[in-house]
């Protein structure tokens, strides 16, 4: 009840300073630099005036699991404020690839021959390359996005001689019900023999073991802006 009183915009800046808090300990913990991970602020389901407190308070790196949402709601906030990076960190419908390459900064959520393909198709007509991660499927779950672990190599290799692309990252999701280090170990395996050197793993409840496990990047929504009403998945 006290929580509906206070203003939500305050309440996602403090929560805000308040991760950046836990994301300087965990690296300083696990012997990591200062600033080695960024902090995706994942922004899906909620309105440019709650994300602009938050851009206000020097947050640059969002995360958006919607196109057609995150197209709707960030040219205004981009505008505003210049050195946005925006992430898509949702699937990606091939239908989708021309505006998704055109629109974000990152997409972290290549998974599947066909998306790259088409990726690699958009990247060439639009000559703008957003940063591209794979995403793996690291519990093979099967209403999961993401590649099989067991076939990321192959389609990392094909992504990257086939297709030339540049991938520079690898994006996990762990299943809900189990411990996530065993997840975010085999993530950072797969990326140490593909030379791969940005580990997108670990969300509000789990950054830190992330962080502890190597991730360069954390993305966490509901820890700083509170929980979604709506469905996001
Ligand atoms: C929603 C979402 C997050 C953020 O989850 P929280 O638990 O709210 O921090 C991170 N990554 C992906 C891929 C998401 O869809």
Known sequence: MAEENVQPQQGAVARLAEIRGRIARAEADAGRAPGSVTLVCVSKTFDAEVIRPVIAAGQRVFGENRV?????KWPALRAETPGIELHLIGPLQSNKAREAAQFFDVIE???REKIAVALAKEI???DRAPKLYVQVNTGAEPQK???LPG???EFIAFCRNDLKL????LMCIPPVN???AP???LLNKIAARNAIRILSMGMSSDFEIAIELGATHVRVGSAIFGERKMSSN
Not at 68 to 72: F, N, R, V
């Open 109 to 111: 959520t290549v998974d």
């Open 151 to 153: 076939q990321a190599d």
């Open 124 to 126: 060439v007509a639009l």
């Open 68 to 72: 057609q949402e995150a197209m709707g």
């Open 166 to 169: 540049d991938i520079s990252g």
């Open 145 to 147: 996005a993401g590649i």
């Open 178 to 180: 189990e411990q996530a």
């Open 183 to 185: 997840h975010f170990a």
